[in-house]
């Protein structure tokens, strides 16, 4: 009987390696390169991140991976049409709407520009947004919704050099072009004023 083992086992163990090589080849390797792959300054981890339908406990986190897959291959229309059948994000591009991610710091003298925020009970202009954009990117390169226009448009000056600011392309979305230049700002138009780092530019 062990004699008759041992020569079951001879003749099936060359089937087996073949069939555990086989799969790691085509799931292990293929997921590594999928989720460990930084592209154009991501990694799949701040990708899924950055949008909260994505987290584990999501019962839309399945999305995770195609979104990925186009995102990367900047398949912008594809992209978009998966995020509004599947109601993602509130219908925003994810990756904050950036193409791509660079850390930069933002120069004394620079002008920056954004649409948004509001006049509060007191009469004082409130801002808590922190997406801005080099001042004079025409408003299709936003790629943002048309009632963004309506909003206050406000030019700000740059008092002391702002670190760690993420600035991307902007992904073409809400059927504008986008490829215009967005910054993330590490905090608030208001709270850049209060410390002194900006100022309004009157126009």
Request: glycine share 8%; net charge positive; aromatic share 12%.
């Amino acid at each position: 009987m062990k004699t008759l083992k041992l020569l079951l086992l001879a003749v099936l163990l060359p089937f087996i390696t073949t069939a555990q090589s086989q799969s790691v080849q085509q799931h292990g390797p293929h997921a590594a390169k999928l989720h460990h792959a930084i592209v154009r300054g991501v990694t799949y981890a701040d990708f899924k991140a950055s949008v909260t339908d994505f987290a584990d406990t999501s019962a839309k986190k399945e999305y995770a991976d195609s979104a990925w897959v186009l995102w990367k291959a900047e398949n912008w229309p594809a992209l978009e049409q998966l995020f509004n059948d599947k109601q993602l994000n509130g219908g925003w591009p994810p990756n904050r709407g950036a193409v791509n991610l660079l850390i930069v710091t933002l120069k004394k003298g620079f002008l920056i520009d954004r649409y948004g925020g509001y006049t509060d009970a007191n009469g004082v202009f409130q801002d808590k947004g922190t997406f801005v954009s080099p001042k004079g990117v025409p408003f299709p390169e936003r790629a943002l919704p048309d009632a963004t226009l309506k909003k206050p448009y406000k030019i700000y000056v740059i008092l002391k050099p702002i670190p760690k600011v993420r600035e991307g392309k902007i992904i073409p979305w809400f059927g504008q072009p986008g490829l215009g230049i967005q910054y993330e700002l590490p905090y608030s138009i208001n709270d850049l004023k209060q410390q002194g780092y900006l100022e309004e530019q009157k126009q």
